[in-house]
């Protein structure tokens, strides 16, 4: 096969991979409220699953948090092994280290709790589990013969939606870089949004993963890839983090609120499934990658500015969801309506503690800082590619 031959084989296999993406995706059955992960523990052993790994991270098994639900696991006779070596955003050798625990403990289902870095930890392990293989084989789209070992989740922060989607992502050990794992199969057969087990999230982490949830809401509801379906998510998503962000990060014991953002995380997971998302994304991934920045954190720091520059691009959409979110009516104008929305986004920022800038972007990093964000941006469907002097900027403005 010559060399042009490769390029088109390989090209028109992204291309059929990609299509991915265009189909509708199943959905993990959802039990919801306070309580609700008792009743997925019995839903497990419903399914007939006798030995389940459960992964995790060591400070949120220290909290006690996962207590009530390995004991509802027992009492509904489901053996249960624990995985707590997840890290914030977990590297290849992290989720190798639980697929070999998986293995070892002779399990047959694999359960996530905890935050996006649990739950991507833990559809990395029970994909790798099942095909008998390494994280780092596991990367990119479909890369993998036979679907992943039967997984749930229990979502800790309210905010990546990962419980929703088919996506997980996992970074290099050495270089950090983040690398995608894209499988219909990563997407649970059942989830609980239970707000009980949110009631110690730190403010400041739930601040920066609620941004999480509006980043997914409002890129997926202005990208090019949006559909009825994922703009009817966006548009709730939005308005439950408006609505209910303030109030679970000043009153964390507040169960209606947390279960409101646990809706609206997942809301934005399912979004993002079909429409992606965008140049916060693309730029907070990458302060991720080099800086360790978390993953909510650098998308709120981030939103503002890239909605700044898109209003021209996006202000029937953001006017769309200004109205939806209650903040004004169509007579005030699109123009008028975009800018209200932005500057409620600016607001939401500063009252719940997000910084404006931050002070690990160095100077002599934007260059390459910019053309990994590029690289990145490039392959999500945004309203409008952005120049290097428009990305370069928002690092400049971000960098205290
Ligand atoms: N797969 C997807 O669709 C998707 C989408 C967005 C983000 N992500 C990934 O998710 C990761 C970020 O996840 P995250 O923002 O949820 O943070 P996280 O999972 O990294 O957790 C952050 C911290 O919060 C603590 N924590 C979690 N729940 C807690 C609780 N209830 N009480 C007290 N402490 C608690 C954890 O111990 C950890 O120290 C990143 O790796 C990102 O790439 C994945
Ligand atoms: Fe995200």
């Not at 306070?34 to 497990?44: F, T, Y």
């Not at 939005?238 to 009153?251: G, M, P």
């Not at 209003?311 to 006017?319: C, G, Q, R």
């Amino acid at each position: 096969m010559t060399a042009i031959h490769k390029k088109f084989y390989y090209r028109l296999r992204q291309a059929l991979a990609t299509t991915v993406f265009l189909k509708p995706q199943p959905k993990p059955m959802i039990y919801l409220g306070s309580g609700s992960r008792i009743q997925l523990s019995q839903a497990i052993a419903r399914f007939g699953f006798k030995k389940i790994l459960v992964v995790t991270d060591k400070p949120l098994r220290d909290l006690g948090v996962l207590d009530t639900t390995l004991h509802a696991l027992h009492k509904a006779g489901v053996e249960t092994a624990v995985f707590d070596g997840v890290l914030p955003d977990p590297t290849e050798q992290v989720v190798d280290a639980g697929i070999t625990c998986y293995r070892q403990e002779r399990c047959d289902s694999v359960l996530a709790f905890g935050g996006g870095s649990s739950i991507d930890a833990a559809k990395v392990i029970a994909l790798g589990a099942a095909n008998d293989c390494n994280s780092a084989d596991c990367i990119g789209i479909g890369q993998c013969k036979l679907p992943a070992a039967p997984f749930f989740a229990v979502p800790t922060t309210a905010g990546t939606g990962s419980e929703a989607t088919f996506i997980a992502v996992i970074s290099n050990n050495e270089t950090h870089a983040k690398g995608a794992v894209i499988d219909a199969s990563l997407i649970p057969k059942a989830a609980a949004l239970d707000p009980e087990v949110m009631r110690g999230l730190p403010p400041h982490i739930t601040a920066a993963t609620g941004m999480d949830a509006l980043t997914h809401a409002i890129e997926s509801y202005i990208g090019r890839w949006e559909t009825d379906e994922t703009n009817y998510y966006g548009l709730a998503a939005c308005r439950l983090v408006f609505d209910n962000l303030e109030e679970a990060w000043s009153n964390g014991e507040n169960l209606e609120a947390r279960e409101a953002m646990a809706l609206a995380s997942h809301y934005g997971g399912l979004a993002i499934t079909n429409a992606l998302v965008g140049y916060v994304h693309a730029i907070s991934h990458n302060l991720g990658a080099k800086y360790g920045v978390p993953h909510g954190l650098g998308n709120a720091i981030v939103l503002p500015h890239v909605l700044e520059l898109m209003v021209d691009d996006a202000t029937e959409k953001l006017a769309e969801i200004a109205v939806y979110c209650g903040m004004g009516d169509r007579s005030d104008g699109s123009g008028a309506l975009a800018r209200t929305l932005i500057d409620r986004v600016w607001a939401l920022n500063e009252v719940i503690g997000i910084p404006r800038t931050t002070d690990v972007i160095q100077a002599g990093d934007v260059e390459t800082l910019t053309d990994a964000a590029l690289t990145e941006g490039g392959n999500y469907p945004s309203p409008r590619f952005i120049s290097r002097d428009e990305c370069r900027g928002i690092l400049r403005a971000i960098s205290a």
